[in-house]
């Protein structure tokens, strides 16, 4: 193969990440990524905004999650690059600002999921413990957490990914756990199923504006699909493999997802679901009261969100690492340390940043989590908007080799449902705008030093170096 040309402050030589996924740990890395943080600690406040009918903002979040999943799988088969969104916002639009905006996001994304993951898997923690700590000890534990993903996510991909295997299936037997008792329970008469058929919406809210709030929460539980594309330098033949992998991995999320949401409500009244941090370990213990699932569940539940950091802290950092070996963000961020394959610096950097949004966000634990998550969602809702117009956008520019084509009314509809779900129209809390105006304010300060430092490097901005079938770009 030809050499080509690293991004300016690279390392000489190789620079391709390994190959180490196949259908099956592609499979896990997206169910591991999906499951976790959004459920185990969000029932709660998603059945505050609805009441016991929880399960209807999550099914509706599935149904917005699959159509930008269709999206994303034309894109990610028809470009198998690491990047995701951001590459192909550059390939359609080739503005260098949009570019890094929507990549600055996506990164964001993943750090304030992985911030609240580190919040979750601080409180249940402190819980199996049995230490009654405050807010400050919480946060503590969650700094070191981000700290040990960190040491994790530098050892390599192999290792992350059997991480990842192992942590996804102690997170499915703790949901199986829930779904298992619930059910017993309830078949028991100690349950109401009827609450689980009941909107109890707060006085000032409609029910549709109810059920959109509700979804605009619970997609932050849908949402982890969108990272495994990130991970397409390092899968194998992903143009193959990833509609079928993707397209199951989200039906058997939803499916429990919604098994979940009925036992809880059915179990626990929604007040008490909405002020507990650790929801899914109190719907344990009430459907279970005479099993030790008081040190247990929340055992498994620290597993279960500290799969979701290590994912999006993988996703960040991969992210990162693909948009400077393409050019667009500083090449100090695409070095790869040469014995682990990882990259090392934008591991580093993205740390740094979850670090920072975990100190800044001090509420109660369950409001600080609910005000993440929601900012989780609702810079990936925005994300989301441009991915499916990038689809209808990239249907002029074709490719060589065999793709995955997705209905042309799945993007418009995507990009529409995406788009209102961003709007204040869907009653979204208002510090969720907040935390994602700072990030975004962070965004548009390093943009203008990435620019200053391309033109002291003399370095062109070409969105057609991106292009994967013409000479010169990258492998």
């Known amino acids: 193969m030809e050499a080509v040309a690293t991004p300016t402050g690279a390392p000489p ?6 190959r180490v996924m196949g259908p ?3 499979l896990l890395f997206i169910i591991g990524d999906i499951l976790g943080t959004g459920i185990y600690a969000l029932t709660g406040q998603v059945a505050h905004e609805v009441g016991g009918a929880a399960w209807v903002p999550f099914l509706v979040a599935f149904g917005v999650a699959l159509l930008t999943a269709l999206s994303y799988l034309e894109l990610v088969t028809k470009y198998p690059q690491a990047a995701g969104a951001a590459l192909y916002v550059h390939k359609a639009f080739g503005v260098h600002f949009l570019t890094f905006i929507v990549c600055f996001a996506v990164m964001c994304s993943g750090l304030t999921s992985a911030a609240t993951a580190s919040r979750a898997f601080a409180a249940n923690m402190f819980l199996a413990l049995g230490v009654k700590a405050d807010g400050g000890v919480v946060m503590a534990g969650a700094l070191g957490f981000l700290l040990l993903i ?5 050892r390599g991909a192999a ?3 059997k991480t990842n295997v192992v942590l996804t299936l102690v997170e499915l037997s703790g ?3 829930v779904i298992v008792l619930g059910y017993y ?9 009827s609450r689980a058929i009941a909107f109890d919406t707060p006085e000032d809210k409609s029910i549709f504006l109810a059920i959109t709030s509700a979804t605009t929460l619970a997609f932050f539980a849908m949402v982890g699909f969108e990272d495994s594309v990130n991970m397409a330098e390092e899968t194998h033949s992903p143009s193959r493999i990833f509609p079928k992998v993707m397209l199951t991995g989200l039906g058997i999320t939803a499916v429990i997802y919604v098994l979940v949401s009925i036992c809880s409500v059915a179990l626990v009244p929604v007040g008490e679901l909405a002020a507990s941090a650790t929801p899914l370990v109190l719907v344990v213990k009430r459907a279970a009261p005479g099993l030790p699932t008081e040190t247990i569940m929340p055992i498994i539940s620290m597993f279960a969100v500290a799969n979701t950091a290590l994912m999006n802290m993988m996703m960040a ?3 990162l690492y693909g948009m400077a070996n393409q050019g667009v963000l500083p090449g100090f961020l695409a070095r790869v340390h040469a014995r682990t394959r990882t990259p090392w610096t934008a591991i580093l950097f993205t740390t740094a940043i979850g670090l920072g949004l975990t100190i800044l966000v001090s509420r109660s634990e369950s409001q600080a989590v609910r005000a993440l998550g929601g900012t989780t969602a609702l810079l990936l809702l925005g994300v989301f908007t441009f991915v499916n117009i990038c689809v209808l956008v990239l249907r002029r520019k074709r490719v060589e080799h065999q793709h995955f084509r997705t209905p042309t009314w799945v993007p418009w509809l995507g990009a529409a449902t995406c788009l209102f ?3 204040p129209l869907t009653g979204r809390d208002p510090v969720q705008y907040r935390v994602a105006g700072w990030l975004l304010l962070l965004g548009i300060v390093m943009w203008l030093i990435t620019l200053a430092t391309h033109r002291k490097s003399g370095m062109r901005l070409d969105p057609e170096r991106l292009d994967p079938d013409k000479p010169g770009s990258p492998p």
């Open 13 to 18: 030589g190789d620079n391709r990440l390994a």
């Open 24 to 26: 099956k740990l592609l």
């Open 150 to 154: 960190m040491l994790l996510t530098l």
């Open 159 to 161: 290792h992350s990914i």
């Open 175 to 177: 949901l199986l756990l």
């Open 185 to 193: 329970a309830i078949a028991g008469g100690q349950a109401d199923l």
């Open 317 to 319: 950092s991969r992210l």
């Open 421 to 423: 779900l961003v709007t």
